[in-house]
Structure formats: structure tokens, C-alpha cells
């Protein structure tokens, strides 16, 4: 059913608009997340549900009254984020987040992810919230750059922020200008509880592959914060640590606190380029990071390659293999 559909089926019932609250798939289909719901799902006082003469079943631990396409029930009445859309209650996208996340239906993965980047578009201390809440005190934010160039390290950063912390615009730091990424980068390290940086160089990436090489930088930056962290809150890598963790998909684009880290891992790395491109200026490094554009490879088979190059990544071992 889309949109309209279910509102001429849910008037159908008689009820009061006051009484209910459209949740689950129903309520993003009102909000336009997606495009239509297999049933309606409504949630109503206890009062209500007692009062209708429907079946009941068990569903997720939990009664569930339904009668033809409707599933209505009582547990989710009362939630404080509602937004009202065309006169009708819906469950607000934080809340059919969480309620997706709970369920966390396989085939809902997708919608999950675009939620959970949805909810922290508008709320990037989501997580940090949430984990405040249950009691976490120090939680830190570790991200990485430098994966993909051809030249220098891989750089991490862990950044415990305070939990009073304000940094309009503070995001991915790949969609921030230099000028921005260098404001926000002094007052992270004038703010922050705690800041480590991990450094691996292109050596070490040589030797154990970018992806280790990445994990190593993360736990070399988590050591070297001078407060250990309580919990942590990851961009995508897993880690295995003593301390609790979690891995986030897009998280510096979810987490103010791995957004910190990533303009910290950012800055840092591109600094040390800046310093490599005043040695070789003819790759091109201050601007290219390392990264293989065209000037870069160009200058590659000019120039051959300097010793900070990485000779197992592709473009370089083709050279050394002329």
C-alpha cells in the first residue's frame, strides 16, 4: 500500500487520529522513505487495544492484536518523538530506526543503514548519546587515511571529545576545504580530552599489506592517547581490543567523534605530504596526497619512484617490474 492507500484504509476503522501512531514500514512510508508497506502497523493506548475484538498473536515477545491488514498494538504508545504528517501521528525516523535496528530483519539491512545515515545527518552525537546513557563516559572516535595512495604512510587518529562539544559543520573530513579541515583540526586538539595519532609507514604496508598495516595505525593511535578510552566507536574496520567497541559504516559522516579523528588522521598525513612535495616537487604531492593522478604516474615513469614509495601497490610494482 502507498501513502494514500494506507490513510483511506486506516480511516476506515473509525479511530480517533489522536489514539494511534502509525509505526514500522507504514510510518517511512508516510515520511517517504519508501515507497509502500505490506501491512499496517499502528500502536494505540492500552485502553484501545483492549477494546477491540481482534485476534491476538505473539510477535516478538510482544501481543499483537491484527485484524486484515492491520497489526495494532499498545507497547510503542506513547513515544515522545512524533511527527505529524497530513494530520496523522508517525513514529519519527529515530524511532523507526531503533525499532528496524531491534527487529534487525535481514532483509532490512539496507534500510537500516539508510536510516541510521538519515538520523545522524541531523544528530551526529547519536551514538556518543546513546552510549553516554548507558553510562560510557570517554568514548573515542578512530579513523584512518591513506589507504589508497601510492607514496608515504597510513595515519590514525583516536580523539576523546568532551561531552560538552560544539563544532558547526565538523564532518567527513574528505568533504571539508584545507582552510576548514585546518580551523576545525586547532580547535579539535585545543577541545579534546585526549588525541593519538598512529603513523605506519609505507614500509610496514609493504610488509604486512594496507589492511593490517590500517589496524596497526588505529591501535598505535588508541595507545597513544594519554586517557584511555572506555568505549569506541570505529569508521567501518573492526578491531580487536579490551575495550568495547563498535564499527560504523559511514561513520565519519555519522559520528561528530570519528569525524574528529578523521580530520585529525587528514591533517596530519597531509602535512607530512606537503613536506615530501618541497623534497620532490616534481610528483606533484602537495596536491595530489600521493594519490595516483595522471601528473603522478607521468612523474613515475619521468622520475622513477623515491624510496617513500609503496612498491607493492600496483602502479610502482609495474615500474619496478619494467
Given at each position: 500500500m502507498k501513502k494514500e492507500e494506507i490513510y483511506i484504509k486506516i480511516d476506515s476503522l473509525g479511530f480517533n487520529k489522536h489514539n494511534y501512531v502509525i509505526i514500522d514500514d507504514c510510518s517511512l512510508v508516510c515520511h517517504g522513505i519508501i515507497d509502500e508497506a505490506e501491512n499496517i502497523s499502528i500502536s494505540c493506548s492500552k485502553e484501545l487495544f483492549d477494546s477491540l475484538n481482534w485476534p491476538i498473536r505473539i510477535e516478538y515477545d510482544n501481543e499483537i492484536k491484527y485484524n486484515d491488514c492491520f497489526n495494532i498494538n499498545y507497547y510503542l504508545y506513547g513515544l515522545e518523538n512524533i511527527d505529524v504528517i497530513d494530520g496523522y501521528q508517525c513514529s519519527d525516523l529515530v524511532s523507526c530506526y531503533e525499532l528496524k535496528k531491534s527487529i534487525n530483519k535481514s532483509k532490512d539491512k539496507k534500510l537500516i543503514q539508510k536510516l541510521e545515515l538519515l538520523v545522524c545527518s541531523e544528530d551526529n552525537y547519536y551514538f556518543e548519546r546513546n552510549l553516554r546513557k548507558t553510562g560510557f563516559t570517554l568514548i573515542a572516535g578512530v579513523d584512518e587515511v591513506g589507504r589508497g595512495p601510492l607514496v608515504g604512510p597510513v595515519v590514525a587518529a583516536c580523539v576523546i571529545l568532551p561531552e560538552v562539544f560544539s563544532l558547526d559543520g565538523l564532518t567527513d573530513s574528505k568533504k571539508l576545504s584545507e582552510?576548514?579541515?585546518?580551523?576545525?583540526?586547532?580547535?579539535?586538539?585545543?577541545?579534546?580530552?585526549?588525541?593519538?595519532?598512529?603513523?605506519?609507514?609505507?614500509?610496514?604496508?609493504?610488509?604486512?599489506?594496507?589492511?593490517?598495516?590500517?589496524?596497526?595505525?588505529?591501535?598505535?593511535?588508541?595507545?597513544?592517547?594519554?586517557?584511555?578510552?572506555?568505549?569506541?566507536?570505529?569508521?567501518?574496520?573492526?578491531?580487536?581490543?579490551?575495550?568495547?567497541?563498535?564499527?560504523?559504516?559511514?561513520?565519519?559522516?555519522?559520528?561528530?567523534?570519528?569525524?574528529?579523528?578523521?580530520?585529525?588522521?587528514?591533517?596530519?598525513?597531509?602535512?607530512?605530504?606537503?613536506?615530501?612535495?618541497?623534497?620532490?616537487?616534481?610528483?606533484?604531492?602537495?596536491?595530489?596526497?600521493?594519490?595516483?593522478?595522471?601528473?603522478?604516474?607521468?612523474?613515475?615513469?619521468?622520475?622513477?619512484?623515491?624510496?617513500?614509495?609503496?612498491?607493492?601497490?600496483?602502479?610502482?610494482?609495474?615500474?619496478?617490474?619494467?
Open positions: 582552510k576548514k579541515r585546518d580551523y576545525f583540526y586547532d580547535e579539535i586538539m585545543r577541545q579534546a580530552i585526549s588525541v593519538g595519532v598512529g603513523i605506519i609507514s609505507e614500509a610496514k604496508i609493504d610488509e604486512v599489506n594496507i589492511y593490517e598495516a590500517t589496524k596497526l595505525a588505529m591501535k598505535e593511535a588508541i595507545a597513544k592517547c594519554d586517557v584511555k578510552p572506555d568505549y569506541i566507536l570505529i569508521d567501518a574496520m573492526p578491531l580487536e581490543l579490551d575495550i568495547p567497541t563498535t564499527s560504523i559504516i559511514k561513520g565519519d559522516l555519522k559520528s561528530i567523534t570519528i569525524s574528529a579523528a578523521s580530520v585529525i588522521a587528514k591533517v596530519t598525513r597531509d602535512r607530512m605530504l606537503d613536506e615530501l612535495d618541497k623534497k620532490y616537487p616534481m610528483y606533484d604531492f602537495k596536491n595530489n596526497k600521493g594519490y595516483p593522478t595522471k601528473k603522478h604516474l607521468e612523474a613515475i615513469n619521468e622520475y622513477g619512484i623515491i624510496p617513500e614509495h609503496r612498491k607493492s601497490y600496483g602502479p610502482v610494482r609495474d615500474y619496478l617490474g619494467k
